[in-house]
């Protein structure tokens, strides 16, 4: 597990202090001054404008990367910056880059998984984040598969064509908004066989069925398909829930 606040001090921080160090000598000032400035001692001001730091060169070779520092560094400088301004005019530039920009392409490399979801502009801090959403929805999934695995005596209830437990995201529009198990829900001599963990847009009947109920008004975001027993039936219904029936060949 890599957070993208690694990546921040280990490849961001490094080289933006020393192309600011740089920038601040180029301008005159004393190691003295810069380390002032910049917060740090003297040494990691030497360190950094002798170059015995690790620069990421994507970094390195970025123009607003390069128009930041020179900014800042004439700023600081001139007097005409505070250090306050400075850091957050830095801040500002980093949530940039985390937000399906470079750091955030850093951190996909460094953590696949990330890469699954598409070059959407989402930032990882975002509670509403789509792939928090969706993560959440699969770990959903997960555990309303093992209540199934657990239940004694579910494995009758599945049809011979199999089940499946699906549910969507929010907003979902079709069946790639719907996680779901690949295949389906298995009874295997008396015990349920769930094949493959959860994944999006691998069930089409069970996730129309759930698509329909939400089209037609339903707050649904989760269904499951078992086989038809009068007694389940009447179950729901002395439970509250209510019963809905129809043709199946007409549908």
Do not use: W
């Not at 963990?197 to 078992?226: C, I, K, M, T």
């Amino acid at each position: 597990m890599k957070f993208v606040e690694e990546l921040v001090v280990e490849a961001f921080l490094p080289t933006f202090r020393s192309m600011l160090a740089d920038a601040l000598r180029e301008r005159g000032l004393t190691q003295s001054e810069v380390a002032e400035l910049l917060g740090i001692s003297q040494s990691a001001v030497s360190k950094y404008v002798h170059g015995d730091v690790e620069r990421n060169d994507r970094l390195l070779t970025d123009r607003r990367m390069q128009d930041l520092v020179e900014r800042l560094a004439e700023g600081l400088a001139s007097g005409g910056m505070s250090r306050v301004q400075a850091l957050v005019e830095a801040e500002v530039f980093v949530r940039q880059l985390e937000q399906g920009d470079l750091l955030a392409g850093l951190h996909e490399e460094a953590m696949p998984g990330l890469a699954e979801y598409g070059d959407d502009r989402f930032a990882v801090h975002d509670p509403d984040s789509p792939v928090r959403e969706a993560e959440r929805t699969l770990t959903s999934v997960r555990r309303g598969l093992r209540i199934v695995e657990n239940t004694s005596g579910f494995a009758g209830l599945i049809p011979a064509v199999g089940s499946n437990l699906v549910e969507a995201l929010p907003g979902a529009e079709g069946i790639e908004d719907v996680a779901a198990v690949p295949g389906r829900i298995l009874d295997v001599k008396g015990s349920v066989a769930v094949p493959a963990g959860p994944e999006f847009g691998v069930s089409e009947h069970v996730a129309s069925v759930l698509l329909a109920a939400r089209a037609a008004d339903s707050d649904a975001r989760a269904a499951l398909n078992v086989r038809y027993d009068p007694t389940l039936v009447a179950a729901f219904v002395e439970g509250g829930h209510t019963a809905v029936e129809f043709d199946a060949e007409a549908e």
